[in-house]
């Protein structure tokens, strides 16, 4: 086939012709070129199959594992360039989770992994620690590296869902009952403030020392209770 391509003489009133052969073969006539080469498809099919290049897993916090080939091959042409290249394509059943590496605070482990102090506690220290700009004279702000933490999740997988599954109960209990358990909390913060003004009790290091409750109060609010009068 003969293809025709015009291009500018430097006499811009002038336009030359040039022609370009395109060979073309009979597929009986060749040879394999690469026997290694994995399955070729084609690009259009490429998300009909599901596949995905590497770039394509890195933004889903995927990568191919060390013995994983891949599934297929696509070829890239650049025409302008003349140059083409086999991208490697993968299946994500083949790989595994290989998130990108940053650093997260204390405050991060509880609220995204929720993971208690004793968790934290088994996690060990922090991979990093920086001055508190805020504060430079306080305590350092630890960085524990999302990596290392999501493997140490995945290495205590049962043990970490049970904990899941016991911290789910715990909420349901305190949502079925925070009305009462907020109602007991004022109470106390209510009934300390007349403690503090009673004329029985008085308030030490260990707390609130009351002499006709000594052991402690069973019914609030306290029966007993009488204002202190401050002498002149």
Same mark, same amino acid.
């Given at each position: 086939?003969?293809?025709?391509?015009?291009?500018?003489?430097?006499? +811009?009133?002038?336009?030359?012709?040039?022609? +370009?052969?395109?060979?073309?073969?009979?597929?009986?006539?060749?040879?394999?070129?690469?026997?290694?080469?994995?399955?070729?498809?084609?690009?259009?099919?490429?998300?009909?199959?599901?596949?995905?290049?590497?770039?394509?897993?890195?933004?889903?916090?995927?990568?191919?594992?060390?013995?994983?080939?891949?599934?297929?091959?696509?070829?890239?042409?650049?025409?302008?360039?003349?140059?083409?290249?086999?991208?490697?394509?993968?299946?994500?059943?083949?790989?595994?989770?290989?998130?990108?590496?940053?650093?997260?605070?204390?405050? +991060?482990?509880?609220?995204?992994?929720?993971?208690?102090r004793g968790w934290?506690?088994?996690?060990?220290?922090?991979?990093?620690?920086?001055?508190?700009?805020?504060?430079?004279?306080?305590?350092?702000?630890?960085?524990?590296?999302?990596?290392?933490?999501?493997?140490?999740?995945?290495?205590?997988?049962?043990?970490?869902?049970?904990?899941?599954?016991?911290?789910?109960?715990?909420?349901?209990?305190?949502?079925?009952? #925070?009305? +009462?358990?907020?109602?007991?909390?004022?109470?106390?913060?209510?009934?300390?403030?007349?403690?503090?003004?009673?004329?029985?009790?008085c308030s030490l290091? #260990?707390?609130?020392?009351?002499?006709?409750?000594?052991?402690?109060?069973?019914?609030?609010?306290?029966?007993?209770?009488?204002?202190?009068?401050?002498?002149?």
């Open positions: 086939m003969q293809q025709h391509n015009f291009i500018k003489h430097p006499d +811009k009133s002038i336009e030359c012709q040039i022609c +370009k052969w395109t060979w073309f073969y009979d597929i009986e006539n060749c040879e394999v070129d690469n026997p290694r080469l994995p399955p070729i498809v084609q690009w259009d099919d490429v998300e009909t199959l599901n596949l995905k290049t590497i770039s394509q897993l890195k933004k889903i916090n995927l990568a191919p594992s060390e013995e994983t080939t891949p599934r297929a091959v696509a070829w890239v042409w650049d025409r302008n360039k003349e140059w083409g290249v086999w991208i490697p394509l993968y299946h994500e059943d083949g790989c595994k989770w290989n998130p990108r590496d940053n650093y997260i605070t204390k405050f +991060k482990l509880q609220a995204v992994y929720l993971l208690s934290i506690k088994q996690l060990g220290k922090s991979d990093k620690e920086l001055v508190n700009l805020r504060f430079p004279n306080g305590p350092t702000i630890k960085l524990y590296s999302r990596q290392r933490v999501e493997k140490f999740l995945a290495d205590h997988a049962e043990e970490y869902a049970e904990w899941l599954d016991k911290r789910d109960k715990h909420i349901a209990i305190f949502e079925n009952n #925070k009305d +009462k358990i907020f109602a007991k909390r004022n109470a106390i913060k209510e009934q300390t403030k007349l403690c503090l003004k009673c004329a029985s009790g290091e #260990k707390g609130i020392f009351c002499a006709i409750h000594p052991m402690g109060l069973l019914d609030m609010p306290c029966p007993d209770f009488k204002e202190r009068v401050d002498s002149v």
